[in-house]
T-cell receptor, first 115, second 111 residues
Framework: SAVISQKPSRDICQRGTSLTIQCQVD?????MFWYRQQPGQSLTLIAT?????????ESGFVIDKFPISRPNLTFSTLTVSNMSPEDSSIYLC????????????FGPGTRLTVL | QQQVKQSPQSLIVQKGGISIINCAYE??????FPWYQQFPGKGPALLIA?????SEKKEGRFTISFNKSAKQFSLHIMDSQPGDSATYFC??????????FGKGTKLSVIP
C-alpha cells in the first residue's frame, strides 16, 4: 500500500491569492491525481499529474488556474491560483501503483476556505 | 465524465441492522466498481471493489451486489456497527486509472 500525506491540511486564504498544496507518497507510484471534493458533492477529478511532463486536465479545469507539478515518482504539487470563494473545497491527492485502478489510495485532503 | 448516481443521500440504521446503498451507471465501458469509505477529516479509503465478471463479492460484513444488465451495483453492510458511521462513495472506472464517483451516502448507525 501507499501512504499519502498532504500539506497544508487546511488553510484560509484571501480572494486573489494563490495556494500551493503538496502531496508526498511514501513509495514510488505510477500515477498521481488531484481531485476536488465540494461539500455535498462527489469527488471530481481535476487532473492527472504526469512525471516529467505537463499534467492532463479534465474538462472544466485549466492549467492557468490549477498548475500542477510532478518532479519525481513520489511528489506532486497543485496550485490554486487567483482564488475566489468558489474555490473553497477539499483538495485530495491520490496515487495508484502499477496494479491499476484497484490500488488507488487517497491522501487526507487539504481543506481550503477562500474569503 | 460519465455520471454515477448514488442513493440514498443519507441513511440511518440501527446497530445490528443491514445498511444498503445503491448506485447506477450509464457508461457500459465501465469495468471496475469500487466503494470507498470516508471518515470526517480523512481521505477516502478503498473498502471493497468488484469487476463485472462476478455478480457478488463479499469481504467480512461488506458485500457488493452487481447487476450488469440493469447497470446497477449496491453495497450491503451486514450487522452494522456505530463504527461504520461514515460517508460511502461508489465509483466506476473503465480501463484507465480515472474513477467517476457518486455523490456519497452519509451513514449513521445508532446504538
Amino acid at each position: 500500500s501507499a501512504v499519502i500525506s498532504q500539506k497544508p491540511s487546511r488553510d484560509i486564504c484571501q480572494r486573489g491569492t494563490s495556494l500551493t498544496i503538496q502531496c508526498q507518497v511514501d513509495s514510488q507510484v505510477t500515477m498521481m491525481f488531484w481531485y476536488r471534493q465540494q461539500p455535498g458533492q462527489s469527488l471530481t477529478l481535476i487532473a492527472t499529474a504526469n512525471q516529467g511532463s505537463e499534467a492532463t486536465y479534465e474538462s472544466g479545469f485549466v492549467i492557468d488556474k490549477f498548475p500542477i507539478s510532478r518532479p519525481n515518482l513520489t511528489f506532486s504539487t497543485l496550485t490554486v491560483s487567483n482564488m475566489s470563494p468558489e474555490d473553497s473545497s477539499i483538495y485530495l491527492c491520490s496515487a495508484a501503483t502499477s496494479g491499476g485502478l484497484d490500488t488507488q489510495y487517497f491522501g487526507p485532503g487539504t481543506r481550503l476556505t477562500v474569503l | 465524465q460519465q455520471q454515477v448516481k448514488q442513493s440514498p443521500q443519507s441513511l440511518i440504521v440501527q446497530k445490528g441492522g443491514i445498511s444498503i446503498i445503491n448506485c447506477a451507471y450509464e457508461n457500459t465501458a465501465f469495468d471496475y466498481f469500487p466503494w470507498y469509505q470516508q471518515f470526517p477529516g480523512k481521505g477516502p479509503a478503498l473498502l471493497i471493489a468488484i469487476r463485472p465478471d462476478v455478480s457478488e463479492k463479499k469481504e467480512g460484513r461488506f458485500t457488493i451486489s452487481f447487476n450488469k444488465s440493469a447497470k446497477q451495483f449496491s453495497l450491503h453492510i451486514m450487522d452494522s456497527q456505530p463504527g461504520d458511521s461514515a460517508t460511502y462513495f461508489c465509483a466506476a472506472g473503465a480501463g484507465s486509472y480515472q474513477l467517476t464517483f457518486g455523490k456519497g451516502t452519509k451513514l449513521s448507525v445508532i446504538p
